[in-house]
T-cell receptor
Framework: GENVEQHPSTLSVQEGDSAVIKCTYS??????FPWYKQELGKRPQLIID?????GEKKDQRIAVTLNKTAKHFSLHITETQPEDSAVYFC???????????FGSGTRLQVQP | DAGVIQSPRHEVTEMGQEVTLRCKPI?????LFWYRQTMMRGLELLIY????????DSGMPEDRFSAKMPNASFSTLKIQPSEPRDSAVYFC?????????FGPGTRLTVL
């Protein structure tokens, strides 16, 4: 099966700073690379995704970059705010086989 | 659309009892996933269905767990008999184009 690793497992930043979370994967057939945010007591929700024909995608303060050769993709959050505090999961996916593996999660804490 | 619907939202039961969790996916989504989430093990994939057919159940912990999807709008996850270590939040998610749409989850406590 797919090996997925997320780093770091916890991240604490000051409000206004940037945060970067990295996800490495092993399955070269993965072609869809989403990031999910899970606030305390709530369900995971998609915040941004990228497909394998694109290297970078940005949506306001969040962005995802993909390096398919090295098999990793990263979540970038700029100008962090306290409401960004949550657990973030990556889930590299082979949409053909509908196979995916969630990373172990990164707990982001934004200090006001 | 109401999104993915799960019931019950909370379940407290005693060890040895049968537990049935229910999920209604979003209409038109043809894949459905069941997950279990705990602090110790994170988010674990238990089983998923494509077009109502179970595709991969390698994540189902043991024979006490079973899942069915009798039609495109309904799925169940059953635990019989339940044990305290089954206590967790169970999510189902329906999928379109790779994106997972999670239900609100069922918080199961087995005493």
């Amino acid at each position: 099966g797919e090996n997925v690793e997320q780093h770091p497992s916890t991240l604490s930043v000051q409000e206004g700073d940037s945060a970067v979370i990295k996800c490495t994967y092993s399955d070269s057939a993965s072609n869809y690379f989403p990031w999910y945010k899970q606030e305390l007591g709530k369900r995971p929700q998609l915040i941004i995704d990228i497909r394998s024909n694109v290297g970078e995608k940005k949506d306001q303060r969040i962005a995802v970059t993909l390096n398919k050769t090295a098999k990793h993709f990263s979540l970038h959050i700029t100008e962090t705010q306290p409401e960004d505090s949550a657990v973030y999961f990556c889930a590299p996916t082979d949409t053909g086989r509908r196979a995916l593996t969630f990373g172990s999660g990164t707990r982001l804490q934004v200090q006001p | 659309d109401a999104g993915v619907i799960q019931s019950p939202r909370h379940e407290v039961t005693e060890m040895g009892q049968e537990v049935t969790l229910r999920c209604k996916p979003i209409s038109g989504h043809n894949s459905l996933f069941w997950y279990r989430q705990t602090m110790m093990r994170g988010l674990e994939l238990l089983i998923y269905f494509n077009n109502n057919v179970p595709i991969d159940d390698s994540g189902m912990p043991e024979d006490r767990f079973s899942a069915k999807m009798p039609n495109a709008s309904f799925s169940t996850l059953k635990i019989q008999p339940s044990e305290p270590r089954d206590s967790a939040v169970y999510f189902c998610a329906s999928v379109l184009g790779g994106e997972q749409f999670f239900g609100p989850g069922t918080r199961l406590t087995v005493l």
